[in-house]
């Protein structure tokens, strides 16, 4: 074994619909993932307590209005001021869990019907995860579930263009979580793909 060699960290993205249990899901993984000995750190997207993510913030609590295509490339930049950090870290052998990346960027443009290319543009060059973990949840069970309703976004005709925009999106290597069963199972299965991962992205170089 080559001591001086630092594996670098893994990206793992938690994408999917509002109240689909991804926040819950992400700091658990990192809990795991730092017991078990892969230094992890927990980041989500939007980051509202940036500059840019204040104004972001305003937005989805509906204290502001901005035009759809401002405001889409607002939710860009906020994930493009983070790569500086995002690509030290990674370098540094630290795995980042991310809750929500750029096909949420896609997913909730495109739902107000902007074309799609438009709406990938912005986010091209950013780092690529190395696993994309869907959360899979019928709206009508989000629905039910707490505080749903109190942001901008989450209305029932909404999140269900929204998610048939993610599936727009999916390519064979996500994997489709069904976000059902109880946390601690849930868990389990984001726990194995994360550690399947990580094994795998050490040996490959970071991709844009
Ligand atoms: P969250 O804090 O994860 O609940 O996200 C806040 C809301 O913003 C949620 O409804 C999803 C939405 N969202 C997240 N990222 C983007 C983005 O890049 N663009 C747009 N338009 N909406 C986003
Ligand atoms: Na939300
Ligand atoms: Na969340």
């Given at each position: 074994m080559m001591g001086s060699t630092i594996r670098r960290g893994t990206l793992i993205v938690l994408e999917g619909c509002d109240r689909?249990?991804?926040?819950?899901?992400?700091?658990?993984?990192?809990?795991?993932?730092?017991?078990?000995g892969h230094p992890s750190k927990l980041m989500r997207f939007p980051d509202r307590t940036t500059t840019l993510g204040k104004?972001?913030?305003?937005?989805?609590?509906?204290?502001?209005?901005?035009?759809?295509?401002?405001?889409?490339?607002?939710f860009s930049a906020n994930?493009?001021?983070?790569?500086?950090?995002?690509?030290?870290?990674?370098?540094a052998g630290t795995t980042l869990v991310v809750d929500r990346y750029a096909f949420s960027g896609v997913?909730?443009?495109?739902?107000?019907?902007?074309?799609?290319?438009?709406?990938?543009?912005?986010?091209t060059g950013l780092y690529a995860p190395d696993v994309t973990?869907?959360?899979d949840l019928?709206?009508?069970?989000?629905?039910?579930?707490?505080?749903f309703g109190e942001e901008r976004y989450e209305k029932e005709d909404f999140q269900n263009k929204v998610g048939q925009v993610f599936m727009q999106l999916r390519t064979?290597?996500?994997?489709?979580?069904?976000?059902?069963?109880?946390?601690?199972?849930?868990?389990?299965?984001?726990?194995d793909i994360a550690k399947t991962t990580i094994d795998r992205a050490a040996k490959s170089p970071l991709q844009r």
């Open positions: 689909s249990g991804k926040s819950t899901q992400a700091r658990m993984l990192v809990d795991s993932l730092t017991q078990e104004t972001i913030n305003d937005y989805l609590t509906s204290a502001v209005e901005m035009s759809d295509q401002a405001i889409h490339l607002l994930r493009w001021e983070a790569m500086k950090q995002m690509e030290a870290d990674l370098n997913a909730f443009t495109a739902a107000k019907g902007l074309d799609l290319q438009w709406c990938k543009n912005p986010d973990i869907y959360m019928p709206v009508d069970e989000a629905m039910r579930r707490g505080g064979p290597e996500w994997k489709i979580v069904d976000a059902s069963p109880s946390i601690d199972s849930v868990h389990t299965t984001l726990l």
